[in-house]
Nanobody, 124 residues
Framework: QVQLVESGGGLVQAGGSLTLSCLAS????????MGWFRQIPGKEREFVAA????????VYAEFVKGRFTISRDNAKNTVYLQMNSLKPDDTAVYSC?????????????????WGQGTQVTVSS
């Protein structure tokens, strides 16, 4: 059983940057593909980015390409989401998710383990 805890959310002005972290425990972190999703109340959960368990493949949603970067540090059991050039539309609860030896998928159903999420608010 993998437990995921996100941190790093907060309030930032448009154009600013934040780095989210997701600390994993309870499993062999290097065996898990990690994803970031976001959700606005009343809307569907939305894929943001994913990084394969091997670290060699990353996938991004079109709306974050060139602005967000996903990375992982297996020694620290942590996946990161560096978010630059933030926009008010990026305001959401961001959650990380884990899939055992999964592909870097944008489908939330591929991920078995989820964190509670961290709030990101971008002011205009």
């Amino acid at each position: 059983q993998v437990q995921l805890v996100e941190s790093g959310g907060g309030l930032v002005q448009a154009g600013g940057s934040l780095t989210l972290s997701c600390l994993a425990s309870g499993g062999t972190f290097s065996s898990y593909t990690m994803g970031w999703f976001r959700q606005i109340p009343g809307k569907e959960r939305e894929f943001v980015a994913a990084i394969r368990w091997s670290g060699g493949t990353t996938v991004y949603a079109e709306f974050v390409k060139g602005r967000f970067t996903i990375s992982r540090d297996n020694a620290k059991n942590t996946v990161y989401l560096q978010m630059n050039s933030l926009k008010p539309d990026d305001t959401a609860v961001y959650s990380c998710a884990a899939a055992y030896f999964g592909d870097a998928s944008s489908w939330y159903s591929k991920y078995a383990y989820w964190g509670q999420g961290t709030q990101v608010t971008v002011s205009s």
